[in-house]
C-alpha cells in the first residue's frame, strides 16, 4: 500500500483521489489524518507546519508549476520536489497568451470601450508580424507560449536565464538581453518564477525603459511586478494596457485601483490550471520512481526556485 497525502483549498480532493487511483490502484489517498506510512504528499499552500508529522514522507509534488510558495518556507522539508506539468496545462496557457496578445494587436480593447459607447470606428488592421511580443521566462509554459505566438505570425522575443533554442523565436539571456526584450516589446508577457532574483524586477526603471505604450500581460507571479510602478505607469500612459492574471492579494481586494482602471483586464488567476486526470500519471510516475531511488519528474531546484 502506498500512502499520498493530499492538502488544497482550492483543488478538488475527490477529482484527484480518482484520478491517482486509476494509475495506482493501490494507492491510500489521505486528507489529514493518521500520517504513518504516507511517502508523498501533494499540495498546494499548506498551513505552516504542515510537514512535520509526515516522518516517512519522501516527495513533496506542488499542486502547480510554480513553486514559490513552497520554496520560501522553513518547513519545507529537505526532499526530492516537484511541479506539476502536463498538455493539458500548456494548453490552456498557451491559449490565454496568444488572446491576450491578440487582444492587444488586433485593438480588440478599442472596440470594446467604443461598443459601450455605442460608436462604429473601423480600426484597419495591422499585419501580426508587426506586433513585437517578448515572452520573460522560457520554461515549459513561457516556451510553448512564445513558439504558439510564433507560429501565429507574430514577431516573438524570448528571454531566460541561460540560452534557449526555440523555432521562430528569438532568444536572447543575461542582462543586456534582458534590457533588449524589454526595449523592443510592443507587448510583454511575465512567465517567470518568482525567486529572489526576480523579485521586482519590473519596477518604475523597467518599465521606462520599455516602449511608450506599450502592453503588459502577466501570467506568472504578481511580485514579479512593483505594483505601485505599475499603476503609475498605467496611469501616466507610460504602458497604455494591462492585462493581470496574479496578484499579492487574491481574491483581488474591491477597493485595489486595478478594479477602476479601465485599461487594465483582470482574470481571477485562472490563465492555466492543472486537470487531474492530465495530470496524474506523472504524478503517480514520481512516486514509482522516488520508491525506486530514482529522482521524481518535474524536479525543482529549490535553491533556484523552479
Known amino acids: 500500500m502506498t500512502a499520498l497525502v493530499f492538502h488544497s483549498d482550492f483543488d478538488d480532493a475527490d477529482a484527484w483521489e480518482a484520478a491517482l487511483k486509476a494509475q495506482l490502484p493501490e494507492l ?3 486528507r489529514g489524518g493518521d500520517p504513518t506510512g504516507v511517502v508523498a504528499a501533494l499540495v498546494w499552500k499548506p498551513p505552516a507546519g504542515f510537514f512535520a508529522p509526515y516522518r516517512d514522507l519522501k516527495l513533496v509534488i506542488n499542486l502547480g508549476a510554480g513553486v514559490d510558495s513552497l520554496v520560501r518556507r522553513e518547513d519545507l522539508p529537505a526532499l526530492p520536489l516537484s511541479r506539476l506539468n502536463d498538455t493539458g496545462m500548456v494548453q490552456l496557457m498557451a491559449s490565454y497568451v496568444t488572446h491576450a496578445v491578440t487582444h492587444y494587436a488586433r485593438d480588440f480593447h478599442l472596440m470594446e470601450r467604443n461598443r459601450l459607447k455605442r460608436g462604429w470606428e473601423y480600426i ?3 499585419a501580426l508580424s508587426s506586433h513585437r511580443v517578448s515572452v520573460m521566462g522560457l520554461g515549459e509554459l513561457g516556451g510553448a507560449a512564445a513558439a504558439a505566438l510564433a507560429g501565429m505570425g507574430y514577431d516573438v522575443t524570448g528571454w531566460a536565464r541561460s540560452a534557449k533554442n526555440i523555432p521562430g523565436v528569438r532568444c536572447l539571456w543575461g542582462a543586456d538581453g534582458f534590457a533588449q526584450a524589454l526595449r523592443d516589446a510592443d507587448t510583454m508577457v511575465l512567465m517567470l518564477p518568482l525567486t529572489p532574483d526576480t523579485t ?5 526603471a523597467a518599465l521606462s525603459s520599455m516602449k511608450p505604450g506599450a502592453n503588459l500581460i502577466n501570467v506568472g507571479r504578481s511580485g514579479l ?3 505601485e510602478a505599475l499603476i503609475a505607469a498605467l496611469r501616466d ?3 497604455a494596457e494591462a492585462t493581470l492574471d496574479v496578484f499579492d492579494e487574491e481574491p483581488l481586494p474591491a477597493s485595489h485601483p486595478f478594479w477602476g482602471m479601465e485599461n487594465v483586464r483582470i482574470t481571477p488567476h485562472i490563465a492555466s490550471i492543472t486537470v487531474p486526470e492530465g495530470a496524474a500519471p506523472d504524478v503517480a510516475e514520481s512516486i514509482r520512481r522516488v520508491l525506486r531511488g530514482e529522482a521524481p519528474l518535474h524536479q525543482v531546484d529549490p535553491a533556484r526556485g523552479y
Open 28 to 30: 491510500d489517498f489521505r
Open 124 to 126: 484597419h488592421p495591422r
Open 200 to 204: 521586482g524586477v519590473i519596477d518604475a
Open 225 to 227: 511586478v512593483v505594483a
Open 237 to 239: 500612459g507610460r504602458i
